[in-house]
Nanobody, 120 residues
Framework: QVQLVESGGGLVQAGGSLRLSCAVSGSFFRINDMAWYRQAPGKQRELVADISSGGSTNYADSVKGRFTISRDNAKNTAYLEMHSLKLEDTAVYYC??????????????WGQGTQVTVSE
C-alpha cells in the first residue's frame, strides 16, 4: 500500500507564508512525478505545481514567483513553499504522486488534503 500524507496547512494572514509537506510511504520501486493541486469551494481541482524525479518544475501562472515546489528523494517527501499568500490561495491542497511499483506498473496516488486558509 502506498500512502501520501500532507501536513503544514493552516490559517495565515494575507502576505504570509506556509510550507506544506507530502510524505510518501509504503512499498514501491520509485516515485516519479510529484505535484500539488488545490481545490477551492465551488471550483474544480487545479494544478499548482509539479516536479519530476530529476527536479524539473512547472507552475501555474497564478503562483509563479510566490510558490516553490521541491522534493527530497531520500525522504520520499515533496514540499510546497508558499509566500505572499493571497485570499484567492484559500483552498484544500492535495499532493499527488506517480509511483512505479516493483512489478513495473504505475500507480497514481492522492493525499487526503490539507486546508490552507488566507485571511485579510
Amino acid at each position: 500500500q502506498v500512502q501520501l500524507v500532507e501536513s503544514g496547512g493552516g490559517l495565515v494572514q494575507a502576505g504570509g507564508s506556509l510550507r506544506l509537506s507530502c510524505a510518501v510511504s509504503g512499498s514501491f520501486f520509485r516515485i516519479n512525478d510529484m505535484a500539488w493541486y488545490r481545490q477551492a469551494p465551488g471550483k474544480q481541482r487545479e494544478l499548482v505545481a509539479d516536479i519530476s524525479s530529476g527536479g524539473s518544475t512547472n507552475y501555474a501562472d497564478s503562483v509563479k514567483g510566490r510558490f516553490t515546489i521541491s522534493r527530497d528523494n531520500a525522504k520520499n517527501t515533496a514540499y510546497l513553499e508558499m509566500h505572499s499568500l493571497k485570499l484567492e490561495d484559500t483552498a484544500v491542497y492535495y499532493c499527488n504522486a506517480e509511483i512505479t511499483t516493483y512489478y513495473s506498473s504505475r500507480l497514481n496516488r492522492w493525499g487526503q488534503g490539507t486546508q490552507v486558509t488566507v485571511s485579510e
